[in-house]
């Protein structure tokens, strides 16, 4: 079995839920507490093993490779003021000279397609596809369960959450089957069943471990929801041909592609942080009792 070396972050995506913000600044750069949403995914993947970050970006997007460079007049002025502690820290973070590779997806024809952009990168081997918009929370990380649950189902492997029953007709849901490692196996995926069809409440939540065979199937372009192409549909074809299994997630996950999931993920982290929780738990019990809500000009959701 192929070890899970590389991943794929899609970053190309136009981010329409936080304009104005999203102008000029990518969402995967908005910061939750002091780093990008992005560092979070990465540290996520680091942990799971992966050796290789591919991100594929796109037009106003290149502030990303600019923060996975070194900023060498930064790190020098750190050092001649004695800010070791900074300086470690970026050193930490940053990836290995020839470990990070970018490609541009030319148009946001949908997550599907963003992920093909990468085929070349990827090669003929399994890799892992995390969403940046899902940022997660937990001893372990998800990517690093999934590999382990990898390692005995083989295939392909997503994680998975458990919704609302009332809203299937939101997400990807699969079926349960038989019981495997720290998972399950998949039995059947459905996109968007309404809740009397949905064979579970089991949603697929943002990351991926998948075989190379569905850049065959991506390769097709064939266009599904909203006019994009869909990885789904791509990962419902592969689904014919190879298994899928599935971990159960059981930490805390943060869709920051919404401003809620965003400023939720902002104050969980905030409060995990010890150096920080206090001062932040006083903050927000000083603003519940006083902040009243205005009516502002918005984004849709
Ligand atoms: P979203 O559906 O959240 O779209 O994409 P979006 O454009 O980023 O945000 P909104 O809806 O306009 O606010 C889910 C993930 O897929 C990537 C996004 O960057 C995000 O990580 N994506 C989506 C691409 O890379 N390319 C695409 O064409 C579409």
Known sequence: MKKVRKAVFPVAGLGTRFLPATKAIPKEMLTVVDRPVIQYVVDEAREAGIEHLIFVTGRNKGVIEDYFDIQ??????????????????????????????????????????????????VGNEPFAVLLPDMIMQAQKGCLAEMVELYEIAGGNVVSVEQ????????????????????????????EKPKPADAPSNFYISGRYI???EIFQILEMQEKGAGNEIQLTDGMLKLAAQQSFSALPFSGRTFDCGTKEGFIEANVAFALWRS????????????LLETVEPVSVRNAAE
């Open 72 to 121: 060498y007049e930064l790190q020098n002025t750190l050092a001649e003021r004695g800010k070791t502690m900074e300086l470690t820290l970026l050193e930490d973070l940053q990836p290995r000279a020839g470990t990070a590779s970018f490609t541009r997806q030319q148009a946001p024809l949908g997550l599907g397609h963003a992920v093909w952009c990468a085929r070349d990168l």
């Open 163 to 190: 919704c609302d029953p009332a809203e299937t007709n939101k997400y990807g849901i699969v079926g349960k089957g038989e019981t495997v490692g720290n998972g399950f196996k998949i039995e059947g995926m459905v």
């Open 275 to 286: 150096d920080i929780r206090d001062k932040v738990i006083g903050n927000i019990e000083r």
């Open 210 to 212: 998948l075989q190379p």
